[in-house]
DNA sequence: CTGAAAGCGCTTACAG
DNA sequence: CTGAAAGCGCTTACAG
């Protein structure tokens, strides 16, 4: 089978102890061992094609040089990205990383923490689900480094990034209203998670502020799950009412595309019928008749700062608990009706 | 710090050797211990929340139960799917799988390679890039169980999944010309990779069996990299010549993208100045004017199959080398000009 | 039925 | 400068 070559096998052929096998081709180490040997040492762990096992080195060590990533779902552009962007990072730090989908579901990321820690990952970066801060506060009590990412519990603290969701939702709220637009509304996800109440506080105190007084239908919250047809009957009941909306803010991109493609059914003309903000850029919408002003969120540092901010943890260098707002961007183009 | 508890704490705390805590807490070991102390120990297992340590038991039993999966590029829905499909069927048989990028790189797969195998998972499954022959090879050589998806080597005998890409581009031709169009372009990867070749193959043939005799300046070829500019210059020319091309198939999702965008900035019509195939579905097309007509890869049971046989291979039940065509579905819609 | 012991492949404190 | 030995946390063949 594989990998049969071990530090013992080398330290036979050469005539020394694995110890020395082990000083010899471990970099740091070098005053350990003559010159001379480690040379002959080299040459057998090259000519024998010597692959350390890195099972047993993490066993010894107490460290896997391994970080685990839960994500909603990968095969979500947004979630894709970030999964991609933390294995560069984490690779250029010389770590590897496990990733799991939770599909939002807090039994599957309950399973998907245990499996991490018990392959004894170093650290955690979680986009942690609906109902889940049992979970972060059993890592808390376990002193298990972790830091969350897109979405945090304000009333447990811990490490995260995060986007100011309330101030990109206020910007593209109140950019709709300078654009003129009397009735806005807003299709979110309902959950008590705190991204997305700062989203919707930030649509309300953007209405307010504007002097808009919110009409409570035009405020929409869906479910995971069926969203097709519940953002359906949603947008339904934003356009029906006497009060029709006249612009329509998406808290995901996900709600944009469902909605956006009911709205092009009814033959509801952007940005004239109907003015859009949407939540995220992507392919999806490369094709969309009408170029979409979006909230632009920064993946990339997204993605990168959450690495950072658990290596520097599990280093203890950062003494405790970093929390990061990084700002998104609105990005405006013509279907909010302004250009 | 984490994980403090051990088989040893248990044992010291029951008063029961390390051996009969394992024997007692490992299912169909039942016999080895009596009922009674069995209880004490999964009591006592309970209380102080044993986890155990996989990386030990990885260390003893030379598995890990864990699959490594190089891809491409995880940021790519297509191979995102294929991630998250692969993920979850492993998980199902009790694997966790660990994922690299490749990028279509060599060297980088070959890092990842390392990497994996340094980790021990205990097999791998591999979206192969050009020029990766060497890494089969070696694979088969170490005699580490693997197999290819997507992708292989015609003239390197390995398991693989793939789907019967000349087959598909065969159809998608045919369909164009049945459809009356005369003057068929292909936009494909300018890749030695065989599934490329087959794609364009399949091309060349449907052209010939439909009398029509291929323009050399109908089947252009870009490279990874500068996509965008690339595919921009080569639709120019195949629209450029006197026998400007009146149906084009794209070899990829990404290539019918940009290929699009250009196409549309063209004010070129869909399918009456053009008529198009293209190869996968997803949301990028979502919002485009004209329904595409496109390959419909089998994704699902690509990624499930994958992992099916890498398993089957590891238990060493199939006795060799399996080789599995699925068959593409041709979907047709408004953009081939026939409905 | 039960447990002491060896060993998976490493690393490193320690003694020579 | 060098190497024997212990030990990371498990499992299991083996002896009692």
Same mark, same amino acid.
């Given at each position: 089978m594989r990998n049969k070559v071990s530090l013992k096998d080398i330290a036979q052929k050469v005539g020394v102890s694995t110890a020395a096998v082990s000083y010899a081709l471990s970099? +740091? $180490?070098? +005053? $350990? !061992?003559?010159e001379e040997v480690a040379n002959r040492i080299k040459a057998a762990a090259k000519e024998l094609n010597y692959q350390p096992n890195q099972i047993a080195k993490s066993l010894k060590m107490g460290r896997t040089n391994t970080l685990g990533l839960i994500i #909603? =779902? !990968?095969?979500n552009p947004f979630f894709a990205t970030i999964a991609r962007v933390v294995e560069d990072e984490a690779n250029k730090h010389g770590y590897t990383v496990i990733f799991g989908s939770s599909d939002e579901c807090p039994e599957r990321a309950w399973d998907l923490i245990n499996v991490l820690l018990n392959r004894q990952v170093d650290g955690l970066i979680i986009v942690p689900s609906e109902a889940s801060e049992e979970q972060i506060l059993y890592l808390k009590d376990q002193k298990v480094p972790f830091v969350l990412i897109d979405r945090y519990f304000p009333e447990i603290s811990s490490s995260f990034v995060a986007i100011n969701n309330y101030k990109a939702a206020y910007d593209a709220v109140m950019h709709l209203a300078k654009a003129g637009r009397k009735r806005i509304g807003m299709l979110a996800y309902k959950t008590s998670l705190f991204h997305m109440q700062e989203r919707k506080r930030g649509y309300q105190e953007a209405l307010r502020d504007s002097g808009l007084s919110p009409d409570e239908n035009w405020l929409k919250e869906v479910r995971h799950g069926d969203i097709k047809n519940e953002v359906k009957t949603a947008v339904e009941e934003m356009l029906a009412? =006497? =009060? #029709?909306? =006249?612009a329509l803010f998406f808290a995901t991109n996900t709600l944009a595309i469902n909605g956006l493609k009911y709205i092009d059914s009814l033959k509801l $003309? !952007?940005?004239?019928d109907l003015a859009i903000v949407s939540f995220d850029e992507g392919e999806a919408f490369d094709f969309y008749y009408c170029p979409l002003t979006f909230v632009r969120q920064p993946v990339v540092e997204l993605g990168n700062k959450s690495v950072q901010l658990l290596l520097a943890q599990m280093s203890g260098s950062d003494g405790g608990i970093s929390q990061v707002h990084l700002d998104p961007e609105l990005v405006i183009r013509k279907s909010s009706g302004l250009v």
């Open positions: 970099t +740091g $180490k070098e +005053g $350990k !061992v003559s #909603a =779902d !990968v095969s009412s =006497d =009060d #029709a909306i =006249d $003309k !952007v940005p004239d």
